[in-house]
């Protein structure tokens, strides 16, 4: 049956219409973004084939090139010729590409941008590999020899493989997988053995300034300290020496390699992390090599200024602190909604106080970060310092930005949502129910607990839900009161007290500042962007399915109750 527009649009059908779209439109933005940033942060890890080509420089001089191609784009021909660059008058566009030169020690930079038409020649040799440095970035040109202790034990000839190629190359694999080996011992070492011993000698040194401020320093007290620290001392002289021959194996090794330029320089094996022959390689090669370089960025820790490497630490911080701040807000946010709707006198200052709280969600989140800074550690860390901790003075514990008054300023900026969110589900208890409960002679308490709470706990879960994604993404505040640019080590360690609440730590959404917009190597840095930022996403989405899940527990649980 047909009906006209008239009826069409009274029926409220169009209205239905839109939002449908409208949500559509919503969903294909969403999707979009993520999907742009998934493609560009996870492309990042796959082996790109290295080129090598003879290129026409804008002095006309013909040089050779070798690297990755990372872009390709259309630029106006006018602005190359104002820039310099001497082109033909009948071009309007020219197109350009970025290499990715790498071999910062050599040309001053990773990238280069070159006219596409300018590169001729283009070869992609089996033997040209790529160094993953510790320093100075990616090193990309071809093998020449394996020194041993200065003697030659593997050599390369060419540019393509032949069986002495292959043979010399599975040769130095195995030299780095040693190299390797030894630096993981030598930062087990640094990291935890002498740093446990550094914590031993640290708390000698407090506990020896605390008895003296109390005026408890007796010579037997002084004497024991001082046969403790000792006994450090002396474990830490026998790392010390460990290390040393340690870093003279770890010397032993030295790779000589060939640049673009002809030029050839010795590069230390204990300073590569890995090489490898990305056109040398098959499917099945690359796509473990990509997993390996997947897994090095989830679980490593930074280099390069955070522009290599993994960011492990920043995947701890970010999670450790939504945890903390998760606990410290769902009890205050919860109590304090339970006061305003069941207890409080329904007058004129609960609407004022609850005017307050809700206008408090639309207050920047810098202002919490200065509140946060002069309150949480100026005052209350100060305070705590003097208190507890006098012997470490004028060394702050608390005093200066950390894990927990991070954790408590976004307790504090997420407070609003936690118990708006618990009131609402408060004020939809039906007034029947506690009215039963209490004329089956349960106290208001009683009431309260077994009944009222538990029928609201999935709104509640819903408020800690919304606080999770807010905190997890917030920044602003966190440069102020806790957040820093590298802090590979752990606020949780095997040092007690273990868990290190006044160690500054790093976070994801910091990180991605710090990479996009305070790193000295922006096109490096970009791809990392991306792959961090689409990694934030992931990490506050699993932090709200988590929380569904138990609020959909809670739900089924106490569903009886609402019947």
């Known amino acids: 049956m047909r009906i006209s527009w008239k009826q069409w649009s009274q029926s409220g059908a169009p209205w239905v219409w839109i939002n449908a779209g409208a949500v559509a439109i919503s969903l294909i933005m969403v999707l979009g973004l993520l999907g742009?940033?998934?493609?560009?942060?996870?492309?990042?890890?796959?082996?790109?084939?290295?080129?090598?080509?003879?290129?026409?420089?804008?002095?006309?001089?013909?040089?050779?090139?070798?690297?990755?191609?990372?872009?390709?784009?259309?630029?106006?021909?006018?602005?190359?010729?104002?820039?310099?660059?001497?082109?033909n008058t009948d071009k309007t566009e020219v197109s350009r590409t970025l290499l990715k030169t790498g071999n910062r020690d050599l040309f001053g930079g990773d990238f280069r941008w070159v006219l596409s038409d300018h590169l001729q020649q283009i070869?992609?040799?089996?033997?040209?590999?790529?160094?993953?440095?510790?320093?100075?970035?990616?090193?990309?040109?071809?093998?020449?020899?394996?020194?041993?202790?200065?003697?030659?034990?593997?050599?390369?000839?060419?540019?393509?493989?032949?069986?002495?190629?292959?043979?010399?190359?599975?040769?130095?694999?195995?030299?780095?997988?040693?190299?390797?080996?030894?630096?993981h011992q030598i930062v087990q070492i640094e990291k935890v053995e002498i740093g446990a011993i550094n914590a031993q000698i640290e708390r000698l040194r407090l506990q020896q300034r605390s008895l003296q401020l109390q005026g408890e320093a007796s010579p037997a007290a002084l004497a024991e300290i001082d046969v403790e620290r000792d006994q450090a001392q002396r474990a830490y002289q026998q790392l010390q020496d460990?290390?040393?021959?340690?870093?003279?194996?770890?010397?032993?090794?030295?790779?000589?390699?060939?640049?673009?330029?002809?030029?050839?320089?010795?590069?230390?094996?204990?300073?590569?992390?890995?090489?490898?022959?990305?056109?040398?390689?098959?499917?099945?090669?690359?796509?473990?090599?990509?997993?390996?370089?997947?897994?090095?960025?989830?679980?490593?820790?930074?280099?390069?200024?955070?522009?290599?490497?993994?960011?492990?630490?920043?995947?701890?911080?970010?999670?450790?602190?939504?945890?903390?701040?998760?606990?410290?807000?769902?009890?205050?946010?919860?109590i304090a909604a339970v006061y305003m709707r069941e207890y409080a006198r329904q007058g004129l200052l609960t609407r004022i106080l609850r005017i307050a709280v809700n206008n408090l969600a639309g207050v920047p989140s810098i202002v919490y970060g200065v509140f946060g800074l002069g309150f949480f550690v100026y005052f209350l860390g100060g305070s705590i310092d003097q208190l507890f901790f006098r012997a470490a003075l004028p060394s702050p514990t608390f005093g200066t930005p950390g894990l927990l008054w991070a954790s408590l300023t976004l307790a504090l900026l997420t407070l609003p949502v936690v118990i708006v969110a618990t009131e609402e589900g408060l004020s939809r208890i039906p007034r029947s129910v506690r009215e039963g409960s209490l004329a089956l002679g349960a106290t208001k308490w009683e009431t309260l607990w077994r009944v009222v709470l538990p029928m609201a706990s999935p709104a509640m879960m819903t408020g800690v839900i919304l606080a999770v994604a807010r905190a997890a993404g917030e920044v602003a505040p966190l440069m102020l009161v806790g957040v820093v640019k590298l802090a590979p080590s752990l606020p949780v360690d095997g040092n007690f007290p273990y868990v290190h609440l006044d160690q500054k730590f790093m976070h994801l959404g910091f990180h991605i500042y710090d990479v996009g917009f305070?790193?000295?190597?922006?096109?490096?840095?970009?791809?990392?962007?991306?792959?961090?930022?689409?990694?934030?996403?992931?990490?506050?989405?699993?932090?709200n399915f988590a929380a569904v899940s138990i609020r959909n527990h809670l739900r089924e649980k106490y569903r009886a109750l609402e019947i």
């Open 36 to 87: 742009v940033i998934a493609v560009r942060g996870l492309g990042h890890f796959w082996p790109a084939a290295v080129m090598q080509a003879d290129y026409i420089n804008e002095a006309g001089q013909h040089e050779s090139l070798i690297g990755e191609s990372v872009s390709t784009e259309l630029v106006p021909a006018a602005r190359l010729r104002d820039a310099g660059v001497p082109l």
């Open 123 to 183: 070869r992609y040799p089996s033997l040209l590999m790529t160094l993953e440095r510790r320093e100075w970035g990616n090193f990309y040109g071809l093998p020449r020899q394996l020194l041993e202790g200065g003697k030659p034990v593997a050599s390369f000839t060419g540019s393509d493989s032949n069986p002495q190629n292959e043979q010399s190359w599975q040769r130095l694999q195995q030299h780095i997988e040693r190299s390797l080996a030894i630096h």
């Open 242 to 334: 460990k290390l040393t021959r340690l870093y003279q194996q770890a010397n032993r090794d030295i790779l000589v390699v060939e640049a673009a330029n002809g030029k050839q320089l010795n590069i230390a094996l204990d300073k590569i992390v890995r090489a490898y022959r990305p056109n040398a390689m098959h499917l099945g090669q690359k796509i473990s090599f990509y997993v390996s370089k997947l897994w090095e960025f989830l679980s490593a820790e930074p280099r390069e200024a955070n522009t290599e490497g993994g960011i492990y630490p920043a995947i701890f911080g970010t999670v450790m602190m939504v945890i903390l701040m998760t606990l410290f807000v769902t009890p205050c946010g919860v």
């Open 518 to 543: 305070q790193s000295p190597n922006v096109e490096a840095a970009r791809p990392l962007v991306y792959a961090t930022a689409l990694l934030l996403v992931i990490v506050i989405a699993l932090l």
